[in-house]
């Protein structure tokens, strides 16, 4: 049989996706599989390496069932990843050396702390466009290296590999053949100049983070290796599309103009607006990113990152275990007409853009003897989409201009409370694609461009087909009285005795 589909890798943040499509972008097969989460200590998030390949090589194995497919059958393999964890890996044997650090982690506020205290934050701004935030992976590496003398050393000899996810799984399916990322996640490190488009000295020193370590900095849809000794795929299979999660999304929902935008509500939550081929510096706390490189063209975004989105549902279900399910809290929250007061202000990892409060925690504010299940419930959706106004706003500040339609995807966007309260918030139309895995699409879309498969993004155009659109329909006072009691409870989440 001809090589005729593309498997696209989604390696998230609680699990990973295989999906398989043909050349007409129909999916084929299309599985899920969680993996553990390591929490060693308050504030610390952990991921195993070999949860997560586990996790890769199962679903691929039981997505090629779902399609009846063979391994020959596959033309090319696109990966998009949980962007900023980081891990160290054997160069040799591939083997994990330790946990990788989750974006999630928090466990380097106080250095990074330090270092805007040392006045680092201009320099590290100006060329990374990112802000001195645990969230990044710069000095996830540093805790690392200066906490173990060992893997400090043989990173100096080079038998060490560190990066992002993204390069974890091209070294496992290349056989360790190749040591790259794409600049996408290359620009989340902290360690690349997005200017110059390169590893940046300076930045390493900071950070004491030895160049050798490093993966080769390499486009979004290129031919990085082919696979090699694998058990579930047969060799040869080019590995041709990367991008992390948010980029790939963005690239997904055909967002290919200059103020073309989008929301991923995943894990957390993601806005992000392509502004074409320069970088915008934001001037209200939104980061500056690279969106993609095609060839030698270089496309930029503003981001604004809102850590806990999705995961706050997950925190009602295993920490609280209201729900049962995460898909059962549209209906608990349906069963109340408004969250009566209650507001949560959902900062379980500290709060993202525009704020920067790393030591920010949760807030749940305006309880009473009447509350319910249902109150929360609703309150912790509305939560969700009073941090992507707080980031829209921000946007439109930075970009000076209107979002005229707001594209959303991922699987909390299939929420249709959250998606009108969103509406009614923003005054923005919402489209919601069909197929709302638009993450999964963009590593398709890279990894099809390739190989070949399309000649340019302009050919995707007709694939992109929108499903429902939510229109703003609450009243302005209502509107009003709303923000001003988020505002009151971001306060209160970022006071000191919060923290």
Do not use: M, Y
């Given at each position: 049989m001809p090589a005729t589909h593309i498997l696209a890798i989604d390696q998230g943040t609680t699990g990973s996706t295989a999906l398989i499509l043909d050349?007409?972008?129909?999916?084929?097969?299309?599985?899920?599989?969680?993996?553990?989460?390591?929490f060693p200590r308050p504030g610390f998030v952990e991921h195993d390496l070999q949860d997560i390949w586990t996790s890769v090589t199962d679903t691929i194995r039981k997505a090629l069932r779902q399609a009846g497919l063979k391994g020959s059958e596959i033309a090319a393999i696109g990966i998009t990843n949980q962007r900023e964890t980081v891990g160290a890996w054997d160069r040799q044997t591939l083997l994990p050396l330790g946990h990788a650090i989750v974006w999630q982690d928090r466990r380097t506020a106080s250095a990074c702390q330090k270092l805007r205290d040392a006045g680092a934050l201009p320099m590290v701004r100006k060329k990374t466009g990112l802000v001195l935030d645990p969230y990044f992976s710069a000095s996830k590496m540093q805790w690392m290296l200066q906490r173990d003398a060992r893997l400090h050393a043989r990173a100096l000899a080079g038998e060490v590999a560190f990066g992002t996810i993204?390069?974890?799984l091209v070294a496992k399916l290349t056989g360790g053949a190749a040591h790259v990322t794409d600049v996408s996640n290359a620009s989340r490190t902290q360690l690349f100049d997005i200017h110059k488009m390169a590893w940046d000295d300076e930045l390493l020193?900071?950070?004491?983070?030895?160049?050798p370590v490093l993966p080769e900095v390499r486009g979004c849809s290129e031919v990085y290796g082919v696979t090699r000794g694998l058990k579930v795929l047969p060799d040869g299979i080019p590995v041709s599309g990367m991008a992390g999660d948010q980029q790939a999304a963005l690239f997904g929902q055909l967002c290919f103009s200059p103020g073309d935008s989008k929301c991923t509500y995943g894990t957390g939550a993601f806005l992000l607006m392509n502004t074409g081929g320069a970088p915008v510096a934001s001037k209200h706390g939104l980061l500056t990113t690279v969106a993609w490189k095609l060839g030698n063209d270089v496309t930029y975004a503003l981001e604004g990152s809102s850590f806990i989105a999705g995961a706050a549902v997950q925190w009602l279900r295993d920490g609280l275990g209201i729900i049962a399910r995460s898909a059962e809290v549209e209906a608990l929250a349906k069963s109340e007409k408004s969250s009566g007061g209650v507001v949560f202000v959902p900062a379980l990892a500290g709060l993202g853009a525009p704020h920067w409060q790393p030591h920010a925690r949760g807030v749940i504010s305006g309880i009473e003897r009447g509350t319910t299940r249902g109150h929360l419930a609703r309150a912790t959706l509305e939560g969700i989409a009073f941090q992507i106004f707080d980031l829209a706003e921000a946007m439109r500040a930075d970009a000076q201009q209107a979002i005229p339609t707001f594209k959303v995807d991922g699987g909390a966007s299939a929420n249709d409370l959250l998606m009108q309260f969103q509406a009614d918030l923003l005054g923005t139309r919402i489209v919601r694609p069909k197929m709302v895995e638009t993450t999964a699409l963009g590593a398709a879309f890279l990894a099809g461009l390739g190989v070949g498969m399309w000649k340019n993004p302009e050919a995707l155009a007709r694939t992109w087909k929108p499903g429902r659109t939510f229109t703003p329909r609450m009243k302005p006072e209502v509107r009003a009285e709303h923000l001003a009691r988020w505002k009151q409870a971001v306060a209160l989440a970022s006071a000191p005795s919060g923290g």
């Open positions: 050349k007409r972008l129909t999916v084929k097969a299309k599985v899920n599989q969680e993996f553990r989460q390591i993204d390069s974890f020193a900071l950070f004491g983070v030895p160049r």
